[in-house]
């Protein structure tokens, strides 16, 4: 197999710097560092175990951006920049991590990829103030180009004879035609982690911009995407798009004498690695000290950033109506809810995080008892912790207003001790998979989840064990490695 290059904001490890200038590395997570090592034949499990693939697989290269100073500094430090952790868990691979200036950075990342992109492909502007585009959305648009081409020029420079580019999600929309541009013997994908807004909602950027992120995508050989729908908006969108042409029956845009083929990937679950980290001894102790603050009760659990997409007020409102309109549960109930922060640097973020808070403390002081607390809010990251909350779980609540995917939802039916019900909102990607076996809500009606909750605590442990037994078959039929593996043999 050719070289397999990787591209992506994030990389698949972090470095912190102490007061003394030793530098520690932490290694990431998510579905697309499991793939990458299954790929190339590393070690992809979660302990470190081989993931079945050959020993003798491709050179691969991650790039990704330098998020932090012990990034930058360990970026410093490497023999032209390129970091080579083989045997540190990620399959072997080369990291190069990009110094992007500040102020670049900022500008590209908070400005234009997570308060515009994002904002259109989740459908989150309050349309009557938001947004508004002028000399300074251009600027930080002049950044956000300084960025992707910043990526494009690595990947070119390093990138073997008819290597194999996989190019990720909205940070980066632009890279893949820079990249053909740079070098068009490169086999190139690229994949969106997000849903894609419909073409009426995505006409809110303005219409050369719009048109340089399809351009920019459309530079690539395979176009990615996590759920049918998601894939079919963004044909809907290069439908519009002068001089394009769509090939529904055979999925494809050509634009330019150039032919884009446009692919679902859904992500799951590696289910025995995850079964193996549940295990484990650190989730073990805080499955005790959940059940001390709990006990006997029921347990309703959400696992979430503290992200506007994810729907937390109304799933904390959903909640205060069970309560009200269903008594009974009062004292034999609790709502674990984890809410980790998220995009601080932006100000709707840090005021949704406060509306939260704001939230659960109503309830909390309408509700609460001596005797029973009827809300646990937790908001610092503890993945052990939320391993053995999905343990305990009687109830899983998803309900976000637009999700790409959604793997807590595949998460917790896997390791589940005693079955859970899935109460899921329609709009999340995993909804396609899941739906036989969940609760399926309308995210914006609060009644509705509310009653979903209840029919959920109400369900026969029968019933709950064989939903909890289909969700957790859909949620490992796709792992990391076919999913990563499939995108590349799309290059094919």
């Known amino acids: 197999m050719s070289q397999v290059l990787v591209a992506s904001n994030r990389g698949p ?10 530098l520690t590395m932490r290694r990431g997570g998510g579905g697309l560092v499991s793939g990458l090592a299954a790929v190339t034949g590393g070690p992809g499990q979660a302990d470190g175990r081989r993931s079945g693939a050959a020993q003798d697989g491709p050179e691969a290269l991650w790039v990704c951006a330098a998020l932090g100073d012990g990034d930058r500094e360990a ?18 691979a080369a990291v190069r991590m990009l110094d992007i200036p500040a102020a670049t950075f900022h500008r590209a990342y908070n400005a234009v990829a997570n308060a515009t992109l994002w904002f259109v492909h989740h459908l989150l502007y309050d349309t009557p103030s938001m947004p508004h585009f002028d000399a300074r959305s251009r600027r930080d648009w002049q950044s956000y180009e300084a960025y992707n081409a910043a990526f494009a020029d690595a990947l070119a420079r390093d990138a073997a004879a008819g290597a194999k580019a996989a190019i990720q999600d909205y940070h980066l929309s ?27 909602y995505y006409r809110l950027l303005p219409d050369d911009l719009g048109e340089r992120v399809l351009d920019g995508i459309l530079g690539a050989d395979h176009a990615g995407f996590l759920a049918e729908r998601w894939a079919q908006a963004f044909l809907d969108c290069c439908a519009l798009l002068p001089g394009a042409k769509v090939d529904r029956v055979a999925g494809t845009v050509t634009r330019g004498g150039h032919v884009t083929t446009v ?24 499955l005790e000290a959940l059940r001390a603050q ?76 001596p005797g029973w607390n009827p809300l646990i809010l937790q908001v610092n990251d503890d993945f052990p912790r939320s391993l053995a909350a999905y343990r305990m779980a009687d109830v899983l609540l998803v309900n976000p207003i637009r999700d790409g995917m959604n793997l807590v939802a595949k998460e917790a039916p896997v390791v589940s001790d005693n079955g859970c019900a899935l109460v899921l909102s329609r709009e999340a990607g995993a909804a396609a998979e899941l739906a036989d076996h969940a609760l399926l809500v309308n995210p ?43 995108q590349l043999a799309a290059l094919d």
Not at 79 to 91: A, E, V, W
Not at 176 to 194: E, G, N
Not at 311 to 319: D, E, S
């Open 263 to 286: 692919g679902v990937h859904g992500l799951g679950i590696d289910g025995d690695a995850l079964r193996r980290r549940a295990a484990e001894p650190d989730v073990a102790a805080r």
């Open 75 to 92: 970026a410093r430090r490497a023999p032209d920049g390129r970091l080579d952790l083989d045997g540190h868990d990620i399959g072997g």
């Open 444 to 486: 914006y009606d609060v009644s509705q989840t509310a009653e979903a909750i209840h029919r959920a605590l109400l369900m026969p442990r029968e019933e709950c064990a064989a939903r909890r037994e289909g969700l957790a078959a859909a949620a490992t039929a796709l792992p990391p490695r076919q999913w990563f593996a499939d």
């Open 13 to 22: 490890v972090s470095f912190s710097l102490s007061g003394d200038g030793t």
């Open 294 to 369: 709990v006990g006997d009760r029921r347990l309703i659990v959400r696992v979430d950033r503290t992200e506007l997409s994810k729907n937390i007020v109304r799933g904390l409102a959903a909640y205060r109506e069970l309560l009200v309109n269903h008594p009974e549960w009062r004292g034999r109930v609790v709502h674990l809810v984890f809410a980790y922060p998220s995009r601080y640097d932006l100000p709707e973020y840090r005021e949704y995080t406060e509306a939260v808070r704001e939230a659960a403390a109503r309830i909390t002081e309408e509700f609460g008892t």
């Open 174 to 200: 632009l890279a893949p035609r820079m990249l053909r541009d740079r070098r068009p013997d490169l086999k190139i994908a690229h994949f969106s982690h997000t849903p894609w807004a419909p073409p009426e």
